[in-house]
């Protein structure tokens, strides 16, 4: 036992590679190596014998395939070392791309118009996505039997059975935002109120749920000029060119007088290119706030005045980035945001068109 072990084991730890230790193991331990023959003459042995030669064979088994398993770990470890000196490893090659996230385009234009209208002097408020009838409707001088309060224009919240009130509703505007604004804050006020609305309407260029944001200012001697001035800013500083407006007469429930405001566009190739041609495009509503709507939110409309405007923010962003259609904002399908979403670093462009 002695003379295989030191010819084994001495043998093991001066092999040069991987193909001569598996020679030895075969020679050793394999089939017809030599220790598995020992050990197949155990049969003839006597009982006094098998007990010593026995458990001598299968510990001599045991080194010699424990000394095969150290010495493939230390070949294997030599090789990898020979194999890193001879390479180079360049620190100052640029990491591998890793796929990032995009700002999503209704928040990137949420951003920019925040922005624009904070240089004009103008707050952001928000308030609940989910009112009731006053705020969304009576408070803003809308009557009873306007379309805008029909089910099929509204998602309408039931109550409880046995509650008679009136039931919530998702707001249909952010037009509620200003009522809360004013019975909290008073006059003068001057704010934005950007923010997610809901209406019955599904298809290219309206959806369930959308982006509004209104604007209100309050004072003592502001007139329609202040309102046409400061959209006339907004639009010149969010496109990037100047735009020019038109102003046409129109009703809204909670403004007198009121107007729809369009900018110039032209309709070239089927896309919307704003500021300039000949065309015109309706944007937005507004107006001069109704006196009803002053004294809903508990301001005197004979000491104050003020304009309003609402606009869609999905809808400026389909006219400056050119989004053909409203409905894939909603639709997470990421190759879309990958198109269409804004780097953190990114500078927006200043100009684009819309399919028409």
Known sequence: MDELREKYLG???????EAALEELRLAAVGKKGEVSLKMRELGKM???ERQVAGPALNALKDEINAALADRKVAL???????????????????????????IHPVSQVTEEVTA???????AVAEGPQIEDDWYNFDALNIPGHHPARAEMDTFYMARGEGDERPPNVLRTHTSPVQIHSMQEQGAPIRIICPGRVYRCDYDQTHTPMFHQVEGLAIGKDISMANLKWVLEEFFTAFFGIEVKTRFRASHFPFTEPSAEVDIQCSFEGGTVKVGEGDDWLEVLGSGMVHPDVLRAGGIDPEEWQGFAFGIGIDRLAMLKYGIPDLRAFFES????????????LDMPSLHAGVSR
Request: aromatic content about 8%; hydrophobic content about 45%.
């Open 116 to 122: 624009i209208f904070a240089d004009m002097g103008f």
């Open 76 to 102: 294997a470890d030599a090789a990898l070392d020979e194999r890193l000196k001879g390479e180079v490893l360049d620190v100052t090659l640029p990491a591998r791309p890793r796929r990032q996230g995009t």
């Open 11 to 17: 043998a093991i730890a001066a092999a040069a590679d």
């Open 46 to 48: 006597t009982p006094e």
């Open 333 to 344: 399908d990421l190759r879309w945001l990958k198109h269409y979403g804004f780097s953190p």
